[in-house]
């Protein structure tokens, strides 16, 4: 996948199992030999009460497909061949899984079809209400859209920070350095950004990277063992996005600071600094100095736009016609 590039990420029923058989209390029925080609691409969950009750067309494919104890009474309730009929009618090939709640034994004939038809048929040992949750809640982090971004992520003042910048333009020096005042590694180099919520990317690096770094002319260090523990960081929402652009390429530089970037990543707006890069420029202290210019601004305090009150006060005072930025309600008070 390219830098930048979205992903759809889908699971295994195999994988399913695998990583979440502890937390679920998880165990196989039946359909075996299905679970490593069928797939689960949603987070979402369904009730199969309407499919067994005639109405096979509201099935999803691609989620987890719940058995409770009102499914296996109505089931109960059926004689063997109704029940081969509504189970048949169930188009097993369309479904990824079935779950079995409360640790209830399905009938005997929805073993049989599982097992001819190789659909994983599982059971937990939650009742109803908690599987739902407990599924959803491990689906909507595995299957969470991502992204990879080509910089570094720090932990810096509470916020994930993301340097990004052409390569050779001192993305990882600068990183270092920042390290080295106190702040912390998430990644270097590979950024793995997923949406877990309307409005948060959480940022974090892969396992094979992990507390790694690349510095020019040093090699590869690994950050935990030359700084401590307290050099690197687990995974943190993304806060701010710095670009570093050389400075004859950075073409729209804010110069007062009154307009507030963004930049779009899955589909979610992250506050967005371009910090022009050259000879002499300390890119340590400026994206520091961004950093909490940022935080003051999610305060509500902008020296920008103080700067343009008071120049328009001084205008209104010297019979001008004052400035065309209009302060925040708050400076106009």
């Known amino acids: 996948m390219s830098d930048g590039e979205k992903e759809t990420p889908t699971i295994s029923i195999s994988e399913f199992f695998e990583q979440a058989s502890a937390r679920l209390g998880l165990r196989v029925l039946a359909g075996a030999r299905g679970m490593a080609k069928r797939r689960l691409t949603s987070a979402r969950i369904q009730k199969l009460s309407l499919a067994l009750a005639g109405f096979p067309n509201y099935i999803h494919a691609g989620r987890v497909q719940i058995v409770g104890q009102s499914e296996i009474r109505f089931l ?19 479904i990824s899984c079935v779950l079995v709640t409360k640790e209830q034994q399905p009938p005997v004939e929805f073993v049989e079809a599982a097992e001819a038809a190789e659909l994983p048929l599982l059971q937990t040992t939650l009742v109803s209400s908690q599987a739902i949750v407990g599924v959803t809640e491990f689906l909507q982090g595995v299957l969470a859209p991502r992204t990879t971004r080509h910089g570094v992520l720090l932990a810096a003042y ?31 180099d590979v950024v793995e950004v997923r949406r877990t919520g309307p409005e948060e990317l959480l940022g974090s690096g892969p396992e094979m990277l992990r507390e790694l770094m690349e510095i020019r002319g040093l090699g590869i260090i690994n950050v935990r063992e030359l700084l401590g523990v307290a050099a690197t960081s687990d995974p943190q929402p993304i806060g701010l996005s710095i670009r570093l652009e050389r400075w004859h390429n950075a073409r729209e530089v804010e110069r007062l600071g009154i307009d507030e970037r963004t930049i779009e990543i899955l589909g979610v707006r992250v506050p967005h600094v371009l910090l022009p890069v050259s000879p002499g420029r300390n890119l340590s202290t400026l994206i520091e100095t961004a950093l909490r210019v940022h935080l003051l601004r999610v305060r509500g305090h902008n020296a920008a736009r103080q700067f343009a009150a008071r120049h328009d006060a001084e205008l209104l005072r010297a019979g001008g016609a004052g400035s065309t930025i209009d302060p925040p309600p708050d400076e106009m008070a």
């Open 158 to 188: 509470g916020l994930g920070v993301l340097i990004e910048g052409e390569s050779g333009i001192g993305k990882s020096e600068c990183a270092l350095d920042l390290i080295m005042r106190g702040h912390r590694l998430i990644a270097d």
């Open 76 to 94: 109960g309730q059926l004689t063997p061949e109704r029940r081969r009929e509504a189970i048949q009618n169930l188009e097993l090939d369309r």
